[in-house]
């Protein structure tokens, strides 16, 4: 499969070796560069459309190259609202239109455009030009909250399904980073053996309309503890939980996400290394995850460079044998002889349909000494954590100097009131 094809036909069982970028979050800023929407999500497509007189089916997926088109924008007081749209292909687009009412923000309305003359997408089609189809009131959250769904939340529109999963998304945002607290989805909620729709924690917000019953999601994974032995001693040395998240089509056409956390002491592991890469084999039933390190010689670093996923998803699947690669990567870097290290959850991109969830790793590739981890090495995500403590307690500081100064003029200018007798 060709790179610029990667997000057509996804569903297909094929082994996927994409070029793809390593997140799909988008932003919008206003005219001064404040973020004030941020939105990372997986997005599946089901469309209808007709060649002849016959009913087709085409199912694609949000692909890693979709952009911010520029009728985004953060809106201006009552006279219009916050919209994000995201073009991609051959002229379609996806746009979230906010709106906030008391403590609340909404996706008020979804809008999906898609292009029938899009031969590539759309082949024999009947009709051609564009279709716009829309959804009121899609997601819902707490003002001042991310929002976060991990489960599919299918959207149902005439000739057109939307499928959305693993989402964490925020609009009006205040410091231009998503926030700590958050509004969970109904849909996360919802075990597999409930029928009924149930309510969320009274600590998570509204509840927005549940849609088919999902997969429960599950706590975050246990961290494993893993390692490769070269000629030399240990050369790959891994501490982190892994979680496998895959949407894929069911045969009655609908979306579903399979969301699997490793067990480590059901985990089994393997490598090898040689002087410029290391492999690490992780197997855990069905499930197969091969991390692919390499050695940067001149900039004496270690990274990530490819992550390959194959397992066999669930009976109801369209192709229950899943295989996905991505040989492009450049993650959890850090310099030879130290240790990279992250205690926020990571989310490698695999494939349009495939990421894999890391949590409180800590890795080290070559140059180990005594099967210990060398000096660490903080991951941006930890260090952007740690900043909004760090600044609110200077501002802090600041606040309590000024008004021990001002304490101190006040005091000497009293007493220079007065004389002496």
Known sequence: MLPSEGWLRAPRAVSLLCFLQASSSFEVKDSSGKVCIIADLTVAFSVEYRVGGQKEFVHFFLPQNASVDSQSSC???NASHPVLVLDFGAGHSLSL???ESADKYQVEELVFHYNLSDATLFPNSSTVGMKTVSHKSVIQAHMGTKYRCI??????????????????LEAYLTNGTFSVNKTECAEDMVSTTTLAPTTPKQTTGPVPTPGPAPTSSPPNPTVGKYNVTG??????????????NITYPKKDEKMALELLNFIPHNTTSSGRCDNTSAL?????EKTRVIFQFALNASAEKFFLQGVSVSTTLPSEAKNPKFEASNNSMSELRASVGNSYKCSSEENLQVSDQALLNVFNVQVQIFKIDGDKFGPVEECQLDENNMLIP??????LAGLVLIVLIAYLIGRKRSHAGYQTI
């Open 231 to 244: 000629p030399n001693g240990t050369c790959v040395l891994a501490y982190m939980g892994l979680q496998l």
């Open 97 to 99: 239109n906010f709106s």
């Open 390 to 395: 760090i600044i609110v307690g200077a501002a």
């Open 151 to 168: 489960n599919s939340k299918h959207i149902n529109m005439k000739n057109a399904n939307v499928t959305f999963s693993n989402v964490t």
């Open 280 to 284: 690490l084999n992780l197997t855990f």
């Open 75 to 77: 809106g201006k007081d």
